[in-house]
Each structure stands twice: as C-alpha cells, then as structure tokens.
C-alpha cells in the first residue's frame, strides 16, 4: 500500500449555482455566463491540482454538494469536503486546522488562478520545509495560496482573523500579523486571479481557447 501524502490541499470552490457564482464577472458575461466560466475554471484547476506529489487533494465547497460538485469528485477522484465558518477567514482556519490534523501541512488555494499549477505547489511544499508558512501574492493585494505546516498550527488563527477580504490590504495585513506570531514566511511569486471580465479575456487568452 502506497504510504498517505504528508500534507493536504484543501481546494476551495463554490457549489455552482445559477446567480450565485462570479457575480463581478456577472456583469459582462451574464449570469448564465459567469455560471460557465466559474464551471470551466473549477474543472480546470482540478486537471491541474487533483494528483499533486505529496499532497493529497480535497475539494472544500461553500454548501452542500449538487451534481455537479458530486461529477466532479467522481472524475477526479477528490473527497468532497464543506467549509465552515462565519466568513473566508474562519472558513481557511478551520480547512487548515482539520488538514493539519492528519498531516504534517496544509494548503488551501482557490480555483480562479491560473498560475497555480503543479510548478506552483511543489515551491509551495518546498517553502513550507523551512518556514512556517508560505503565501502565493495576487496582484490585487490578496494572496491565491496559504500554506501552513504542523509546527504553527497553534498561531495560525490570528492569521485569519478580523481581516478585511476582498481589499488590497489582505496580504499586508497577514504579513503584520504572521510577524507578530513569530512566523516564517515564504512568499512565492505573484499570480493573478480571475474577478473581472477582463481577467476573463486574459484567461481565454493564456489558455489559448474561445470562450466556450
């Protein structure tokens, strides 16, 4: 029997609902629209994520799974997990904490940056062998990627919490924060995630397909 991966990467998503899915991405692609391009990167950062050495892969949901998340799990054989947590923040917490719990690290990534790939992860893994944690920067203030490995699972809360999501400030901020908790951090290069229409044009155009 092939021994278990030490780590876990907890692969955050939307269940994919009509309306409730890329709402900025909305406006100019229409809900419908928006629901297909969310679809279309969800299935791609699976293909891209799912068989990962040295981690074991989990897909983490906002809510409880439709067809769609159960089809996903099925081809590509990830467990099906639900986040929980009053907001982002506790929501990662508690991914990681329950990760860490049966590893020696944890990752959470989401599935609208293209950048993270296998190359990404394994600088991740590799960052997390002499720090306690590592970050992937956006170039919007945020940050794509969160790793955290067992040593600092007792600090890691006051990472996440009372941060404004959404704004420029995030990584900031968390940088702040892991100082003030004695952490090392790796951070990798930036990457970008996809929020606007624009964003959705660079996507089309980096993965060299029309939309559809």
């Not at 969310?38 to 409880?64: I, M």
């Not at 590592?134 to 945020?142: C, F, K, Q, R, S």
Request: glycine share 12%; net charge negative; proline share 6%.
């Amino acid at each position: 029997m092939k021994p278990a991966p030490p780590g876990r990467l907890c692969i955050f998503t939307r269940v994919p609902v009509l309306g409730g899915v890329k709402q900025r991405l909305a406006a100019g692609l229409g809900a419908e629209g928006a629901l297909e391009a969310h679809t279309r990167l969800v299935e791609d950062a699976l293909a891209r994520l799912a068989a990962v050495p040295g981690v074991a892969s989990e897909l983490w949901l906002d809510n409880c799974p439709d067809s769609a998340a159960r089809r996903w799990a099925g081809e590509w054989s990830v467990p099906l997990r639900v986040q929980q947590g009053h907001d982002l923040g506790a929501r990662m917490a508690h991914a990681l904490e329950t990760s860490l719990d049966q590893g020696s690290l944890a990752l959470v990534v989401g599935t609208d940056c293209p950048g993270i790939d296998t190359g990404y992860l394994s600088a991740a893994l590799s960052g997390l062998g002499d720090h306690d944690l590592v970050l992937g920067p956006a170039e919007d203030g945020g940050y794509g990627l969160v790793g955290v490995r067992k040593a600092a699972r007792a600090r890691l809360r006051v990472l996440f919490e009372g941060i404004e999501w959404g704004t420029s400030g995030v990584l900031e901020a968390t940088l702040r924060r892991a100082a003030a908790a004695d952490l090392s951090v790796s951070l990798l290069p930036p990457i970008w995630d996809v929020d606007t229409p624009e964003d959705w044009q660079r996507y089309l155009a980096l993965r060299g397909g029309a939309e559809g």
